[in-house]
């Protein structure tokens, strides 16, 4: 690759005091009759610039027409400044402008919907550049963690003939002449292939018609999910905590800069990076609900959220829950032997409100059990021969799951809304840029 002679803001600081040639956009100016100001915005940081009217009326001239978000080449010379926002200032010597931009439809103080319309523009901010390194460091995370334990990445059809996670939620697509479905789960191609593969993992974009508008739910999000043969309930809730804590730690290796910007609380991240979280069955989760909190589930009943946050905030830390009501589970999510009225089954709850980031479960090995709980969901278990046949050729114990990416990246970033851990939010009500 050839040297280009331009670095970005965040090469030129690391230097500190010398000659810099930058490239970027205006993301703030102020002009006096003395002086234009401008703050130079690019992918790594923002660096206060400044040019003066006595020492060059020429590019004084030109500065002085700078807009907001217009794009610029400069050269100059960065020195200390305890007064500019990053500690450092550069006074401009070159100045190139490549365009002028229009007024640039966000300003201060906008409501969130104006920020959802014009997201194209909005990624530009500090806020999302933040939360996207951090997502993409998560995303790295996900993969390094499974494939530095011996797990294959395998890939399933996004056209999918039938549900897996509840007909309610199931986007139809118009398929030639018929009609198909996007994909709500990998998991039940998963499991064909670990028949083949072993130990795999994924993660993909997944669709769920989601009536709920909550800050929690996404028509479309990206689902990261494995699936192991042999492994059993307790050892794959281990499995999904040992991934979240290296989720974490990666954050905190690499992403210090953009949690200072979001003004997360790394302190509190460093204690779930490090910690245990705690295993608890369903009926001990009522049991804490029920008596020290004085709340009223019955059993029986899925936990909402309000629930999940109470036993997150009691442990402070994810906590994994098992053993629901096997009546409200999904047909693969197979009865336990010491009570069949609890399923083998598990979802990670994340504390300080985010509630539950992974869902997860063995598998079912009950033909006949699973055939009668699809036709109790009005399903046509016929749909569902090729999954049987996976318990008809070598059928084994197995287990798996699936991380929430966006909510992972919520909690991570400790974002009001899942809307902001995704670029392009897809729900109910938007569905645009
Ligand atoms: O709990 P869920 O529905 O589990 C499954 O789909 C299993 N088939 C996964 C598996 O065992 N392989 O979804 C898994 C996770 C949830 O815990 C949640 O974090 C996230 O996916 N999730 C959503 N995230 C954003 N918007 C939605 N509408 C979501 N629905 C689920
Ligand atoms: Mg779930």
Not at 101 to 111: D, G, L, V
Request: hydrophobic share 35%; proline share 5%; aromatic share 12%.
């Amino acid at each position: 690759m050839t040297e280009s002679k331009y670095t970005t803001i965040e090469e030129a600081l690391n230097k500190g005091s010398t000659d810099v040639n930058l490239r970027g956009w205006v993301y703030r100016e102020r002009k006096s009759n003395k002086f234009v100001f401008i703050v130079l915005r690019d992918e790594s940081d923002i660096i206060q610039c400044v040019i003066s009217k006595e020492k060059n009326p020429k590019l004084f001239e030109k500065a002085e027409k700078l807009t907001i978000e217009s794009s610029v080449m400069i050269s100059g010379e960065l020195k200390k400044d305890e007064r500019a926002p990053t500690g450092y200032e550069i006074s401009i010597s070159d100045l190139e402008i490549l365009q002028i931009a229009e007024p640039f439809p966000i300003t201060e103080h906008q409501s969130p919907e104006l920020l959802y319309d014009n997201r194209h523009l909005w990624l530009r901010s500090r806020k999302l550049n933040a939360v996207l390194k951090i997502r993409h460091t998560i995303v790295g995370a996900i993969h390094e963690f499974f494939r530095s334990h011996g797990y294959y990445e395998f890939d399933a059809p996004v056209f999918q003939p039938s549900q897996s996670e509840g007909g309610a939620t199931l986007f139809e697509v118009k398929y030639f002449e018929d009609k198909t479905y996007l994909s709500q789960t990998w998991q039940l191609y998963a499991e064909a292939a670990i028949f083949s593969l072993g130990k795999i993992y994924n993660m993909g974009p997944t669709f769920r018609a989601e009536r709920s508008k909550t800050s929690r739910h996404l028509a479309e999000f990206w689902m990261a999910e494995m699936e192991a043969a042999w492994m059993e309930l307790e050892e794959v809730t281990e499995v999904a905590k040992d991934e979240i804590r290296f989720i974490v730690q990666q954050v905190l290796k690499h992403n210090r800069k953009e949690l200072e910007i979001l003004e997360r609380d790394i302190k509190l991240l460093e204690h779930y990076a490090k910690a245990e979280y705690p295993t608890i069955k369903y009926a001990e989760a009522l049991d804490l609900l029920n008596n020290k909190y004085k709340m009223n589930v019955p059993w029986g009943k899925d936990l909402r959220t309000i629930e999940e946050a109470k036993i997150a905030e009691h442990f402070k830390v994810p906590v994994v829950v098992t053993h629901y009501p096997i009546e409200i589970m999904g047909f693969y999510k197979p009865p336990s032997k010491e009570n069949p009225k609890e399923a083998l089954c598990f979802d990670m709850l994340a504390p300080e409100g985010y509630c539950e980031i992974v869902g997860g479960s063995e598998r079912s090995l009950l033909v006949e059990d699973m055939v009668k709980r699809l036709k109790a969901d009005g399903e046509d278990p016929s749909n569902y021969d090729w999954y049987f046949d996976l318990r008809k050729y070598g059928s084994v114990p197995h287990s798996g799951y699936g991380v929430g990416v966006e909510r992972v990246v919520m909690w991570i970033c400790g974002l009001d809304n899942i809307k902001d851990a995704i670029p392009f939010p897809r729900t109910l009500r938007r569905r645009t840029p």
